[in-house]
């Protein structure tokens, strides 16, 4: 049931109200980033008015109120996400850097002949590491195949497993098909021949609270800015004992041994993997638009959303040639489509003329469109501020495109 009235919460959000090209905004491109409510909006602004600081450095009051909020902005990150201990979460730039943490903290643990296996439906952030580490360890890189509907293939995905499979890397949701994959068992299977699984949380963030304990996943990542943070922060899970285990990341030779060895390097978590001065405001913000999504609900959040997911693909599907990529019974408020013989940068272009903002392209997941032999989608993703009258608009404009283009 939905517990929250949308015109209410659309008020949180000051840039809703902006027109684009004279018309209203009407935003819908949410999986490559979210807006940004007041209350999270004002926490930056708050921090940089009353207390901006360095942290855990001085002893003075401004570092000591800025170091207390980092803190908890970091236990309240380890609540929603229900890991065991607080420094198991690390903050880092984004979902990339955190990829590129593990992925670089393996090249001294992986060797040759090693596996690793990636789902065919990942973003580029969740593939060329690897392929990197591949080169640095000379460990292969297998690829988890996919269906039609957008759904991995997970008969394939065991035959796959082996003692030879080290690493298992897959995202929770995919950003170009919305698609959500059921990780509990990647994860099951994988632990199965005592490989170690990293869950590329971006897209799932926004919809879904994940439980890193009850998941038992070794390794969790976010970025903020998709969950209506700011952009540059995100954070790392990892179990204590991975983290215990991976070298720190950031230099990672001689010359961090000459500079901050000491401080950084031996430092104990969470701080071994968080060298210089951070993001500050970023990781309280972060801190902050958790809060503000839980005041709302997860569980009202995604019912309200596949409401939303449920009525734009009635409407889209009405129209004659469209077609959607990703058509799992399983996945979040995500649409990608084509309409036959357009291309889908035409079809954006005309809807920004119309202040609807899509994103078209490859969606940083070539290996997706590769699979449907096209070369981008058009793609609309509902965050729990639009509305049903937005998802009209929309449809109303890919009407206009398809007549003004055909
Ligand atoms: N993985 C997925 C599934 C994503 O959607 C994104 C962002 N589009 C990323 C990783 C990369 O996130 P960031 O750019 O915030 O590091």
Redesign the pocket.
Known sequence: TIVFDVQVVRQDFPILNREVNGKPLVYLDN???SQTPKQVIDCIVEYYSNYNANIHRGVHALSQEATDKYEQARQKIQKHFNADKPHEIIFT???????NLVANGFSSILKKGDEILVSAM??H??IVPWQMLCERTGAVLKVIPMNEEGELLMDAYGELLSKNTKLVFC?H???ALGTINPIEQIIDMAHQVDATVLI?G??AAPHIKADVQKLNVDFY?V?A??MCGP?GV?MLYGKEEWLNKLPPYQGGGEMIAEVTFEKTTYADLPHKFEAGTPNICGGIAFGAALDYMNAIGFDAISAYEHELLNYATKKLLAIDGLKIYGTSQNKTSVISFNIEGLHPYDIGSILDKLGIAVRTGH???QPIMDFYKIPGTVRASFSFYNTKEEVDILTEGVRRAKNMLA
């Open positions: 999986a490559a980033t730039s984004g979902t990339t850097h955190g990829i990942e973003h952030s969740n995202n949701v995919s950003n590329d971006a897209q990542v970025s800015h998709k952009t995100g969606h940083c997941a």
